[in-house]
T-cell receptor
C-alpha cells in the first residue's frame, strides 16, 4: 500500500519564478492538504482540497494556489516566488467522511528560492 | 481558534530512562489530538492519536500519550528511551468539525544519549 508520495524531492528556483509541486494521496484517501514548514518551525496549513474544490484555506496569499484532479492527486502552485517561500512543503492525505481519521504525510518537497 | 503549545524546545534523556514530551492545547469543542515524529530531512510520521475513549493512547514504537481534559494536555511518553528515538516531535490538534486542518506546535527536539 503506497503512502503519500510527493515530487519533486528537491528543487531550486529563482525569485519571481513559479513552481509546481505534486502529490499523490495514500490509496483510498480522497482529501489532500498542503502545509509549509519553514526551517525550525512547525508545519503551517496552506489549504485543503476535497472533491476537486478548495475547502479550507490558511493564512497564505493568493500566490499560493492548488488543484485536485479526479484521481484525488493534487498540485500546489506558487507564483512570484520570494526568498521567504523557501521551505519544506508537505502534502497530507485523509478520508473526508471518517471522523477522527488519521492524517498521513508525505516526505515533502524541499524548495529553495535564490 | 485552535492552538498548541510545546513548552520545551529540547528534551534530553539517557537511554533506558523514561521520557515525556509535553503538549498543551486549546480548541473549541472536542479535540482530536495527534503526535508526529520527524527525522532529519524527512516528512512527518504518524505516532498516535486521541479521538475519544480511553485517556491513555498507545501508538507506534512503544510510545503512548495521556489525554487530560481538565489540564488540556496530551503529553507523549515512553517507558524506556532508545537512542534511535532522537528526533523532532510535533503535537497537533484539530477540532471535531468536518474540517481537517491540523494546527501544530513548534516542535520538541528529543535527544537520547547512550
Amino acid at each position: 500500500d503506497a503512502g503519500v508520495t510527493q515530487s519533486p524531492t528537491h528543487l531550486i528556483k529563482t525569485r519571481g519564478q513559479q513552481v509546481t509541486l505534486r502529490c499523490s494521496p495514500k490509496s483510498g484517501h480522497d482529501t489532500v492538504s498542503w502545509y509549509q514548514q519553514a526551517l525550525g518551525q512547525g508545519p503551517q496549513f496552506i489549504f485543503q482540497y476535497y472533491e476537486e474544490e478548495e475547502r479550507q484555506r490558511g493564512n497564505f496569499p493568493d500566490r499560493f494556489s492548488g488543484h485536485q484532479f479526479p484521481n484525488y492527486s493534487s498540485e500546489l502552485n506558487v507564483n512570484a516566488l520570494l526568498l521567504g517561500d523557501s521551505a519544506l512543503y508537505l502534502c497530507a492525505s485523509s478520508l473526508q467522511l471518517i471522523s477522527g481519521n488519521t492524517i498521513y504525510f508525505g516526505e515533502g518537497s524541499w524548495l529553495t528560492v535564490v | 481558534a485552535q492552538s498548541v503549545a510545546q513548552p520545551e524546545d529540547q528534551v534530553n534523556v539517557a537511554e533506558g530512562n523514561p521520557l515525556t514530551v509535553k503538549c498543551t492545547y486549546s480548541v473549541s469543542g472536542n479535540p482530536y489530538l495527534f503526535w508526529y515524529v520527524q527525522y532529519p530531512n524527512r516528512g512527518l510520521q504518524f505516532l498516535l492519536k486521541y479521538i475519544t475513549g480511553d485517556n491513555l493512547v498507545k501508538g507506534s514504537y512503544g510510545f503512548e500519550a495521556e489525554f487530560n481534559k481538565s489540564q488540556t494536555s496530551f503529553h507523549l511518553k515512553k517507558p524506556s528511551a532508545l537512542v534511535s528515538d532522537s528526533a523532532l516531535y510535533f503535537c497537533a490538534v484539530r477540532d471535531g468539525t468536518g474540517f481537517q486542518k491540523l494546527v501544530f506546535g513548534t516542535g520538541t527536539r528529543l535527544l537520547v544519549s547512550p
